[in-house]
């Protein structure tokens, strides 16, 4: 079992920052890789990114890179999302998930995840 919470949403101005976390909780964190999702209304859900618990390798996905970082805290068992340069499309929900280590990055092999936490970028 892993427990997920998500922090640091809110509003922003394009072109701002913010830093999103996800405290991870329960047994054998390194069994699993963590990604980040988003899901803005009437929209697909997003893969952003993941992260390798075990060795901190990172996997962003292209739509965002050079824009989000993904970044873990193995001591506070917290992985972190950074965003910069956002834009009014970025608005929606971001989650973060857990999968067992190796399952890819497709959400349906996430079966943990957190509660979200919004974004809201204005132009």
């Known amino acids: 079992q892993v427990q997920l919470v998500e922090s640091g949403g809110g509003l922003v101005q394009a072109g701002g920052s913010l830093r999103l976390s996800c405290a991870a909780s329960?047994?054998?964190?390194?069994?699993?890789?963590l990604g980040w999702f988003r899901r803005a209304p009437g929209k697909e859900r997003e893969f952003l990114g993941g992260i390798g618990w075990s060795d901190g390798s990172t996997y962003p996905a292209d739509s965002v890179k050079g824009r989000f970082t993904i970044s873990r805290d193995n001591a506070k068992n917290t992985v972190y999302l950074q965003t910069s340069s956002l834009r009014p499309e970025d608005t929606a929900v971001y989650y973060c998930?857990?999968?067992?280590?190796?399952?890819?990055?497709?959400?349906?092999?996430?079966?943990?995840w957190g509660q979200g936490t919004q974004v809201t970028v204005s132009s």
């Open positions: 329960g047994r054998n964190l390194r069994r699993y890789d």
């Open positions: 998930a857990a999968a067992v280590a190796g399952s890819g990055w497709h959400y349906a092999a996430y079966g943990y």
